[in-house]
């Protein structure tokens, strides 16, 4: 009979060697039939972590995901993404946050900025609006908000399945986000 992976426990993906055992992929969590399902932290090889739900050994639920790249100059890079996952996807309502300082908080669809969402840029303010396919669209629901102007704050009005974002004035400009 073939032994079933069944409860918590680790895997460190290819051989072993204590040496390298930073080096390698690692899963750290919940496991149901030889699957990656429940919480974990996953770490890849590139030196990304994902830290959250799985389903069927894809991310799946709310999780916060770390990715490390290089730049084509040679710079390590990374970001940061904290929200909802579908299918192994970034899909939902999430925040991502660049190296840069840069934000995006919104809608998601498969790994692309889809639906209504606020980008906030580090130094030049917000630009909230409708975005298909990573692509602003819809010129006429946006504003942006230079970052000395009056105070603003974006908050989120949560409706059973349905986020909108409202702009309201607010005192302190340092609670922007």
């Known amino acids: 009979m073939d032994d079933i992976i069944c409860g918590q426990g680790t895997m460190i993906y290819g ?6 055992d930073n080096l390698k992929p690692k899963y750290v969590g919940e496991w149901k039939n030889n699957m990656r399902d429940g919480f974990g932290i996953m770490r890849f090889e590139d030196e990304s972590v994902y830290e959250g739900d799985w389903i069927a050994n894809k991310r799946h639920g709310k999780g916060k995901l770390k990715m490390i790249f290089m730049t084509p100059e040679g710079e ?15 899909s939902g309502y999430g925040v991502m946050i660049w190296s840069n300082g840069d934000v995006y908080k919104g809608e998601w669809e498969n790994g692309k900025r889809q639906g209504r969402g606020q980008l906030k840029f580090k130094d030049k303010g917000w ?3 409708i975005f298909n396919n990573d692509e602003l669209v819809d010129a006429s629901l946006n504003q942006i908000i230079a970052k000395n102007t ?6 989120h ?3 059973e399945d349905d986020l909108w974002l409202h702009p309201e004035i607010i005192e302190d400009e340092d609670e922007m986000y």
């Open 76 to 90: 390590k890079q990374h970001m940061t993404y904290e929200g909802q996952f579908q299918n192994d996807n970034i």
């Open 150 to 155: 009056k105070n603003v704050q974006a908050f």
């Open 127 to 129: 630009i909230y609006g």
């Open 15 to 20: 051989s072993y060697s204590p040496d390298e």
């Open 157 to 159: 009005e949560q409706k």
